[in-house]
């Protein structure tokens, strides 16, 4: 059997009560990772000591596939310490669990293992995943390696990180698995976003991005929603736009619109894309109709239900350039008089 670090998994017996109580300044679980993630990319730091001082707490195998998903994102990813990440996971899962449900957390644990170049207990932990029939051998190789890859573009290995990346995507299109396609898709948006979001990139990095936001498109329209499809358009009109491409852009927003009025109603997806949809419009030459879709977009944003997406919307408009912002001027001038 696998040897872990100790003998005993600190996840809660199912007998226990689920209203664990909690030590003085520990916040239930589930609220910790959601606020974690609002608030990882800003105090990384603090959203680790945080998970670090709340691993008894973790109650069931949800929670530890959750918790270590975003421990490894925080602390290997953001603050570089995949040594930290790995002590944490190790912490936790402390003996081989059984059940099909920790299939996850054990893919969190092998990806903190492999990161912190403790590749041998990587490779066990993968296996036993399979042997455990929580997932087969393609499944755990396609999601291991995705996930690497995309560790590695966190930490700047762009050559690493584009040839996993390329070799997981060719084998997730020979192998067709469902189990897998979600993490793929998952992934690839991902990637294609935090590369978008870069001030600068390099040849490799804009080809990668390039290639993600497309495999999104693809594995979402296996494996997704309406919705799913019709934000991966707008993820590929971003980054065609970013790349000097916006005719693609424009087709892909525009089906992404089409998609919406097909299937429904997304007033705020709505409004981004049409943002995307001025940008294309503008770097066409075309102004007027980069205002008209300002408008539209404007219009859509003032019904925004909360203040928060207000402002994320206003940061996103911001960067349009300052040729193309007329309309909002005039709009809130209209809605001051």
Not at 189 to 206: G, K, Q, V
Request: hydrophobic share 40%; net charge negative.
């Amino acid at each position: 059997m696998l040897q872990f670090p100790s003998k005993q998994l600190s996840i809660r017996p199912s007998d226990h009560p689920t209203t664990w109580p909690m030590e003085e300044n520990i916040m239930p679980l589930d609220e910790l990772i959601k606020s974690g993630w609002a608030r990882h990319a800003e105090d990384p730091e603090g959203v680790a000591q945080e998970l670090e001082s709340h691993k008894e707490a973790i109650g069931e195998a949800g929670q530890a596939a959750a918790f270590l998903g975003l421990a490894n994102h925080t602390i290997g990813e953001h603050l570089g310490d995949w040594r930290r990440a790995q002590r944490l996971a190790d912490q936790i899962m402390t003996e081989p669990p059984h059940s099909p449900e920790m299939g996850g957390a054990l893919l969190c644990l092998a990806l903190a293992h492999l990161m912190a170049g403790d590749w041998p207990e990587a490779l066990a932990l993968a296996a036993l995943i399979t042997a455990s029939g929580h997932e087969s051998g393609a499944v755990v190789q396609i999601k291991l390696s995705m996930q690497a890859a995309k560790a590695l573009f966190s930490a700047r290995e762009t050559a690493r990180g584009a040839h996993l990346f390329r070799s997981a995507l060719d084998l997730a299109r020979a192998r067709h698995e469902p189990s897998a396609d979600r993490t793929v898709a998952v992934l690839c948006s991902n990637l294609a976003s935090d590369l978008l979001e870069r001030p600068e990139r390099s040849a490799d990095e804009t080809g990668v991005m390039q290639s993600a936001a497309l495999a999104a498109r693809e594995f979402w329209g296996r494996c997704g929603t309406w919705v799913n499809t019709e934000r991966a358009l707008y993820l590929l009109a971003l980054v065609n736009n970013a790349t000097g491409d916006p005719g693609a852009a424009l087709a892909q927003a525009e089906e992404a619109l089409q998609t919406i009025s097909s299937n429904g109603e997304e007033r705020v997806d709505e409004a981004f894309i049409r943002l995307a949809l001025a940008d294309s419009y503008r770097l066409l030459g075309t102004i007027g109709h980069a205002h008209k879709e300002l408008h539209a977009a404007d219009a859509l944003a003032a019904g925004f239900p909360s203040e928060g997406l207000k402002s994320w919307y206003a940061d996103q408009r911001a960067k349009l350039e300052p040729g193309t912002q007329k309309p909002q001027e005039t709009a809130g001038a209209s809605a001051s008089t």
